[in-house]
Every structure is written in C-alpha cells, then in structure tokens.
C-alpha cells in the first residue's frame, strides 16, 4: 500500500486543522468548567516549541478520570455534532485505534491501519485518560498486563511497532476472538481491571496512560491542576508539573531527537483535509466491503 509523504504546505495545514479541534474542546471545557491538558509531544511542543513540534502530525489530550467523565456528559449535550464527533469504542462501534478521539467530520484521513474498515475516517485529536497506579507491585503487573490486553482487543489488528513475540503473541489472540463482539467484551474486561485503581485515584502516589504494555508512571500531582501557556496563536493547558512530567517521560526534553527520527508519526494513505470523509466511502476506505 503507498503511503503518502506529506509535503510542508501539508503539513502545515493539517496542524492548523488538528488546532483548531482541540481550540473547540478548549472552549468548550472553559464554559463548562472541565480541566484537560496536552500530553505526550503536545505538550512537549507547547513548552519547547511554544506550538507544534515541526515534524509533528497530530495532537493529545489527557484528563483525569473525573474530568473525563464530566467531558463525557458535556460532550453529550452541548457539543456541535454536526461539526466534530466524540468517537469512543462501544458495541459495535470500533476505529481500531488505541484511544478515544475527537474527529473532524469534515476532513479526510486515512491511515493504513483504518483503511479497511467503515468508521469515522475525519482528523482526530486523540483523547485519554490519566488513570492511577495500583499501589503494589503485583497490581502493577496486573494492571499492565490488562492495560495491554485492552489496547489489543481496542485495536483489533496485530501492533506494528512491537517486536515479532509480541505480533505473533496478538496474531494468536486475534485468530481465536476474531469477531469484534468477542473482541468488544474482552477489551471492556481487561479495561475495567485496569482502571479499578481510579477508585482511589485522589490518594494514588502515580498515574500512567493505559496503552500497549504501559511502562512509565509519574507523580499524580503533576497532573492535579493545569496553567495555560501560549500554542502558536493561541493559550492552551498543560499539567501544572509539565517540566517534572517531560523530564521523566523524554529526559533532556529541550534536546531536539536525531534527524532520522524527526518525522510525522502517521501512515497516511489519503489525506483531504477540505472534504468530509463520507465522500470517500467505498472509493478510497471500505472499498469492497472492506476485509
């Protein structure tokens, strides 16, 4: 499958697209009184690029469990759905990505991991959660081993950039839950065990994101409060303990990456980011049905 290589001009546009996504989600939170931060390289972007890091092709943000579940129910009522879409996996309703997210309904973008299949294919802003460590080290494995069994059974295709034990591992998993009924209920089992910790999330001591085999924790009280700071030409949040929380997550997070590794993440096989993705149903994703 030929990917595309996005040029400058592209590039650019998508970022402003991707901002103005998670601008409305500022907003929208202001007004209704829900704290959410940029995570991972947004943020990372936000404190050394005062933007987007150049080479970067998407945005995230995080909340914390009770601030997600207040943006569910704000999403749910006040939100424009006719412009964006709050897309969460659910019975019969799976993007086989690994996190939630917000999507543009009037772009298109396609990746060689959604192709395939007949879901939402609009620019998303990845949403998540900061969710709590358990407290012993047993938990901790348990909760990891369910925090990579959910984004398996979440993503519903063997991971690309895991190593050969790990694909072959899923492509067992896979082969013997193969419908996406029996992959739903399986992601919602190991899910629910993983985040039993945000019970008591208010006296945990760490919090990490829920993702393929999960490694890195960090103080929960980097994350209890936000600050606005600038994002190219606008003020977006970042947690309160950004510098701890980069410093522990990328090291000497001022240091620019080799330029080997200075590209966009995304594997985009079709990108028009001026045209709903409804256009290209059958032409240019779920062409024949899909798999």
């Not at 089992?189 to 960090?218: G, H, T, W």
Request: net charge positive; with cysteine.
């Amino acid at each position: 499958m030929e990917l595309i290589k996005l040029k400058d001009e592209e590039l650019k546009d998508l970022q402003r697209k991707s901002l103005n996504i998670v601008k409305y989600t500022a907003e929208l939170c202001k007004e209704h009184n829900v704290k959410f931060f940029l995570y991972g390289g947004s943020c990372l972007g936000a404190v050394r690029n005062h933007g987007f890091i150049p080479w970067d092709d998407d945005m995230d943000i995080k909340f914390t469990p009770k601030e997600y579940e207040k943006f569910r129910v704000v999403w749910r009522k006040y939100a424009d759905k006719e412009r964006f879409t709050f897309w969460e996996q659910s019975k019969g309703h799976n993007d086989h990505t690994l996190s939630a997210s917000i999507r543009d309904n009037n772009t298109t973008f396609i990746t060689d991991s959604t192709v395939n299949y007949d879901v939402n294919q609009g620019l998303a802003v990845d949403v998540g959660v900061c969710s709590a460590c358990a407290k012993s080290r047993l938990g901790e494995i348990v909760q990891m081993i369910c925090g990579a069994g959910a984004g398996l059974f979440k993503a519903g295709r063997i991971p690309a950039r895991k190593s050969r034990p790990v694909k072959a591992a899923a492509k067992i998993i896979l082969g013997i839950f193969r419908t996406e009924n029996s992959q739903y209920y399986m992601y919602r089992f190991f899910e629910r065990i993983a985040k039993v910790p945000n019970k008591y999330y208010d006296s945990a001591e760490y919090v990490k994101e829920l993702s393929m085999f999960p490694k890195l924790k960090f103080r929960r009280e980097w994350f209890d409060d936000v600050k606005w700071v600038r994002f190219e030409d606008t003020e977006l949040p970042i947690p309160i303990g950004a510098k701890k929380y980069l410093k522990a997550r990328y090291g000497n997070y001022m240091e620019l990456p080799p330029e080997k590794d200075r590209h966009p993440e995304h594997r985009i096989v079709f990108l028009d980011l001026n045209t709903p993705y409804k256009k290209y149903r059958g032409k240019k994703y779920f062409v024949n049905g899909g798999k």
